[in-house]
């Protein structure tokens, strides 16, 4: 899986490098099999993020970009996607990638993360429950709310992850067990960018499942 996620983010338009950020002595073996580039970190990161930070310290580059590694079925333009706040804008320090959930089991299942933005599009707040809550008829509600899942990606500015890894892990933070609220709850802006392609975060046996089936079925067509 790992190889899979890595080559798609090798192919996104622009992107200088890629390495993987882990402190599994396995996964590094992995990567350098397939030729690929891996950093060891300590094990003691909280999140993904704060281990990307470890790694970007040591960069010389503006903008780094966290690929979570259960990705299997990024597409390389969703790289491009989110990057390019970054680049049209030099005010924006932090942008992710949201997408419209068509498969309503998403809605109710806590590892398809949900957000919901203002109106440009900067997140409000992250949840791994429904949210909006629709009050009133909820077939009614569909057609007046787009509910959005997030992707596990993120652009930032180097001396911007730098910063927020520096600062202590908030409360809904720890409640949800999702990193991009310590931005939200400090305060800082995260812009979205919304993307009309799928891609599935492996969390289960089942999500590995749908991966499997929606390969074989790409292949097959």
């Not at 730098?162 to 812009?191: D, I, K, N, W």
Request: aromatic share 4%; with cysteine; proline share 5%.
């Amino acid at each position: 899986m790992i190889e899979h996620v890595y080559r798609r983010a090798a192919a996104a338009a622009g992107v200088d490098a890629v390495i993987v950020a882990t402190d599994d002595e396995r996964i590094a073996a992995a990567v350098e099999r397939f030729g690929g580039v891996a950093r060891m970190t300590k094990p003691t990161h909280r999140t993904g993020t704060d281990r990307i930070a470890e790694v970007a310290a040591d960069l010389a580059c503006d903008i780094v970009v966290n690929v979570q590694g259960d990705l299997p079925l990024l597409e390389p333009d969703v790289i491009s996607q989110a990057v390019a706040p970054l680049e049209r804008d030099p005010d924006i320090q932090m942008s992710t990638v949201r997408r419209r959930i068509s498969d309503e089991t998403d809605l109710s299942n806590p590892n398809v993360v949900k957000v919901v933005v203002d109106r440009r599009g900067n997140a409000l707040y992250f949840s791994r429950s429904p949210i909006p809550f629709v009050r009133g008829s909820v077939e009614a509600g569909r057609h007046l709310h787009a509910v959005y899942k997030h992707l596990g990606l993120y652009a930032y500015r180097r001396p911007f992850l730098l910063t927020v890894t520096a600062l202590p892990q908030t409360p809904l933070e720890a409640a949800e067990s999702l990193e991009q609220l310590r931005v939200l709850e400090h305060g800082f802006r995260m812009v979205t960018v919304e993307t009309q392609y799928e891609s599935i975060e492996v969390d289960t046996p089942e999500d590995l499942d749908r991966v499997r089936r929606q390969t074989a079925v790409g292949t097959s067509a």
